[in-house]
């Protein structure tokens, strides 16, 4: 691996294990909990994503370098000062969750499409498919386990950002090149999330208590 993918893939490892462990912490979780958390936010999207392309067992499995970072991190945020920190200002705990959720949400999208053409694929459905799943898999599972409606299907864009950076990167990976078309596929998630977040952008929504008809 790269010195580029192997930085890019650990920065997105910390951001996604950073908003797991606040959401044990939100939760109430003891450190195993959090650690756990954070740990399948940081991996599960890879985990799906070798998955899919069968790639197995998943790099997870051969590289534990993911996993202990993930747990490190996890770790980290449950020491006490930066527990009462985080749980004592909401504010703070909001934007570093939209931050962290975001860059892990960008760097995972267009590694999962780098991932899907290095394994041999050339459909740009699949490569954005599964960026796409590399990128929101691990936020899903995080929700699943921590009792919330999955944030995909609630705040700000999210997997439409995911879905709009895999396919940048996947139509750019040709023109511009790989280490481009990943750049830019990132930082479009990145703008998407930050500029729904600013604005309030959301998608229409289904109220239960509409009448028929």
């Not at 930085?7 to 959401?23: K, N, P, Y």
């Not at 009792?147 to 864009?157: E, L």
Request: charged residues 15%.
């Amino acid at each position: 691996m790269d010195v580029f993918m192997l930085i890019l893939e650990l920065v997105g490892t910390v951001a996604f294990a950073i908003s797991g462990a606040m959401t044990g912490l939100r939760k109430g979780m003891d450190i195993f909990g959090v650690a756990i958390l954070g740990l399948t936010t940081a991996v599960g999207g890879g985990v799906l994503r070798d998955i899919l392309l069968g790639s197995l067992p998943p790099a997870m499995f051969q590289d534990p370098i993911y996993a202990v970072v993930a747990v490190a991190t996890s770790i980290l945020i449950f020491v006490p000062r930066i527990r009462r920190l985080l749980t004592a200002n909401q504010r703070l705990y909001a934007l570093l969750m939209l931050l962290t959720d975001t860059v892990g949400l960008g760097i995972f999208a267009v590694v999962g499409v780098k991932a899907a053409f290095l394994s041999g694929h050339t459909s740009r459905f699949l490569a954005v498919f599964v960026g796409t799943i590399t990128g929101v898999g691990g936020g899903v599972l995080r929700d699943v386990f921590s009792g919330d409606t999955p944030y995909i299907f609630r705040k700000h864009i999210y997997a439409c950002a995911a879905i709009a950076g895999a396919l940048a990167c996947a139509l750019l990976w040709k023109p511009l090149g790989s280490t481009w078309a990943m750049l830019t596929g990132c930082v479009l998630v990145l703008a998407i999330r930050l500029l729904a977040a600013h604005y309030r952008w959301s998608l229409p929504k289904a109220h239960p208590d509409e009448p028929e008809g």
